[in-house]
Structure formats: C-alpha cells, structure tokens
C-alpha cells in the first residue's frame, strides 16, 4: 500500500514535498536538467531511467 509507505516514514499527504512533486507512493524520482529545472517526475518504472539520464548528461545548457 503506498499510502502506508508514505506513513512508515511519517509524511501525510500535507507534508510539501508531497505535495509540490504530487508524490503519490513510494519509489518516487525526479530527474533535474543541468539548468535545475525539473525533466521528470514519477515512479521509477515508468520511463527509462538510464536513458532518460544519459539524455540530461548529454544535453547541451540553453545559451543565455
């Protein structure tokens, strides 16, 4: 049960992490892009995280 996994480590969901991510369960990631905004959040199995890593290591920074 996620819910209970939430609670094991006592976050409710009013905890803000829980809510600003919308975690829902636990494994829970989020991939951050070298300029510190956020590519991916969600449970692990749901993307290809190596891939999707590899993409944020290789991407070149927006020119400012």
Known sequence: ???LALDTF???GAHPLI???QIQGIP?????????K???T???S???LEERINEL???NPVAE
């Open 1 to 3: 049960d996620q819910d």
């Open 10 to 12: 006592g976050w409710d």
């Open 19 to 21: 809510q600003n991510f």
């Open 28 to 36: 829970f990631v989020f991939l951050v892009d070298k300029e510190g």
């Open 38 to 40: 956020i590519d991916y």
């Open 42 to 44: 969600g449970h692990p």
């Open 46 to 48: 749901q993307t290809n």
């Open 57 to 59: 290591i290789n991407r």
